[in-house]
């Protein structure tokens, strides 16, 4: 069996944690048994935190020399076996982008989570999500990986489980795409008594990177399990023979690795309606980004102005469908961003209504006031 | 006693290397030592990194390989073996892969005293790209960046690793077959942060910019540049400038 329930490792009930906490504490309870990571802030809270909950709980945890070197031991420790991640934040996350690539070359279960703080650069430690297109374009190659966007610290815990079961399940890297405002937000969670968690897929002498299908997901061995087995981030065929001048090989691996992915965009895309049902004007927004836009909507519903939202949960892939569908019903889109205009590109490609961007990247969020005046001038 | 080292080659493969390199004799030697230490092959993991010497195990070595990053082999290793300390890890790679672009991770491992057997195959260039200068290349060497020649000194790798932390550090030619099997079979009984630096020529692109015609020419050149530890005793530093100093750097810490 796939998929197993299993009872949670805090107690149920309530918990008034930082996202930077419930980030550690969905972690373990998705079984996560091993975590390298290197200081940064916003994500300090969770590596701190990690170095004392996995001594409790049994797991391996390194406080590695970089960023490079936190997500490549994960790499490693998962092809040993492991449910393996790192937390980090903007200048981290660039470091990392070459062993994301390399996860999804060679299929690599992985969770990182990028509590977003603004830059370019060093920039600021406060928040951003300016890193969006860089977690679906970042590394060399363009080809795709999930990213989720946690607008809680209920997300934050939930989404860090999800991450955790896709990863399995896709043989993918997973991203989390936090934002500094809600790993530092501090609020109730409520653990659930149980958690459902993907069991990685094992077939001894199964090919471990290639199926009949052209877009499977093949099972995963481990080190030491007596496979012989050739794990290369180079050009290879399903038993990770490397051939690395031939095209045929190239062409049918990374047609499989997009495939994989998108060809199962309607499983893997959550999002979240709010008011939809009759709006004209629609906030497309995720993040922290969407607490802002539901208050907004909220009040603006109160005056008998007809606006909605929809709330991205996945960002990639991208949710394509639903986009076409409220752009088609709704006379105005707007996207509010703490970005200069990153996914708004995406819905503009996808909904046929007028899309008015709202971009802010100064390091605060998008106050409720701000997206409720920029909504009566819209309407 | 001949090795019949052919037994834990993957079938099917062939050997990747230009003729006269030390990387093919660098392979035999490695899996010599864990012949003669009958050790079982599917209890190892391999790693290696990007350039000729991360091709010695992968895929010839019929055995979990993992075939890294440029630079990462060793982050990649400290993973799978905290991970599962059962795993007996081995690292193979080069010097512009371990010393130059993976520098920052060999440092950090030897200071963790991370059990890993590293063996460095030091060419003196990048190979793989042609026959560029690296951090080992030696001072006045012909590369296809230093045409005027290199106007650095190399780095003592033996002596970096030794100063981070490593329990066992060793650099021999690899044309001194004998000892070079018993400092990798030494390396693979001891217990934590091992690196062997095996001096493995490369006649096609360090020799050929250097005019050293064959294959003979190239390893005669370096041998003339190796000194052992023992001659080496009493040397100043200028009679030493130039000079690769071969044996047993440290051993179990003593």
């Known amino acids: ?379 | 006693m001949a090795t019949d080292v052919k037994q834990y080659l993957r079938p099917g493969v062939s050997l990747p290397f230009c003729p006269g390199c030390g990387d093919r004799i660098l392979l035999r030697l490695i899996l010599k030592a864990i012949d003669e230490l009958e050790m079982n092959i599917d209890d190892m993991l391999f790693v290696s990194g990007i350039g000729c010497a991360g091709w010695i195990p992968s895929p010839q070595f019929n055995a979990d390989t993992l075939h890294t990053l440029h630079g990462r082999a060793i982050a990649f290793a400290t993973g799978a073996k905290m991970f599962n300390p059962k795993l007996n890890v081995m690292v193979i790679s080069g010097d512009g892969d371990l010393a130059d672009i993976g520098g920052n991770h060999l440092i950090h491992a030897a200071r963790r005293n991370i059990d890993l057997t590293v063996i460095c195959a030091n060419n003196m260039n990048y190979g793989m790209t042609g026959g560029q200068v690296c951090s080992t290349t030696p001072l006045g060497a012909v590369t296809h960046t230093t045409r005027g020649g290199n106007p650095y000194r190399p780095v003592d790798l033996c002596k970096l690793v030794n100063a981070a932390g490593a329990v066992y550090t060793a650099r021999y030619l690899v044309t001194q077959g004998s000892e070079l099997v018993s400092s990798i079979k030494k390396a693979l009984e001891t217990e934590g942060f091992c690196f062997i630096e095996a001096i493995s020529p490369c006649p096609t692109q360090f020799g050929r910019q250097n005019r050293l015609d064959t294959p003979r020419e190239t390893f005669k050149f370096v041998e003339r540049m190796c000194i052992t530890k023992e001659d080496a005793e009493g040397l100043s530093p200028a009679e030493l400038q130039g000079k690769i100093v071969t044996g047993e750097f440290s051993n179990g810490g003593s």
């Not at chain 1, 998962?78 to 982008?97: E, N």
């Not at chain 1, 969006?132 to 999930?146: C, E, F, N, V």
């Open chain 1, 1 to 379: 069996m796939a998929w197993k329930k299993i009872k949670s490792v805090l107690p149920a009930g309530s918990y008034y944690f930082s996202g930077a906490e419930a980030i550690a504490e969905g972690a373990i309870a998705a079984g996560c048994d091993y975590y390298a990571g290197y200081p940064i802030t916003p994500t300090t809270e969770t590596l701190e935190r990690i170095s004392v909950r996995f001594k409790e709980v049994g797991a391996v945890f390194m406080q590695m020399e970089d960023e490079i070197a936190s997500i490549c031991s994960c790499i490693g420790a998962s092809w040993a076996g492991a449910k393996a991640m790192t937390v980090t934040s903007g200048p981290g996350f660039s470091l990392m982008q070459e062993g994301i690539g390399y996860a999804v070359m060679t299929e690599t279960p992985i969770v990182v989570v990028n509590a977003q703080r603004v830059g370019p650069s060093t920039g600021q430690i406060s928040v951003s999500s300016g890193d969006i297109m860089q977690a679906r374009w970042g590394s060399h190659g363009g080809i795709p990986t999930i990213a989720l966007s946690p607008w809680s610290v209920q997300e934050l815990y939930d989404q860090t489980i999800n991450a955790f079961n896709l990863a399995e399940k896709y043989r993918v890297p997973v991203l989390i795409m936090a934002e500094a405002a809600t790993a530092h937000l501090r609020e109730i969670m409520n653990m659930p008594e149980e958690v459902s968690l993907f069991d990685r897929q094992k077939k001894p002498g199964a090919a471990p990177f290639g199926t009949e299908e052209d877009d499977g997901v093949p099972p995963m061995p481990s080190f030491g399990e007596g496979e012989k087995l050739l794990v290369t981030g180079s050009t290879h065929d399903a038993y990770g023979v490397r051939k690395t001048a031939d095209a045929e090989t190239q062409g049918n691996l990374t047609a499989r690795l997009y495939n994989k992915i998108m060809n199962r965009k309607e499983e893997i895309v959550e999002y979240e309606g709010y008011y939809l049902e009759d709006a004209d004007i629609a906030v497309v927004c995720y993040g922290f980004t969407a607490r802002s836009s539901q208050f907004a909507v909220d009040r603006l519903r109160e005056e008998g102005i007809k606006v909605g939202m929809l709330r991205l949960k996945t960002l990639w892939p991208f949710a394509d469908k639903i986009v076409k569908d409220v752009g088609a019903r709704v006379r105005k889109i707007f996207v509010p961003e703490m970005n200069m205009g990153q996914i708004v590109g995406e819905v503009m490609k996808y909904a046929a209504a007028e899309v008015i961007p709202y971009n802010q990247m100064n390091g605060q969020v998008i106050y409720p006031n701000t997206i409720i005046e920029e909504l009566r001038r819209l309407s």
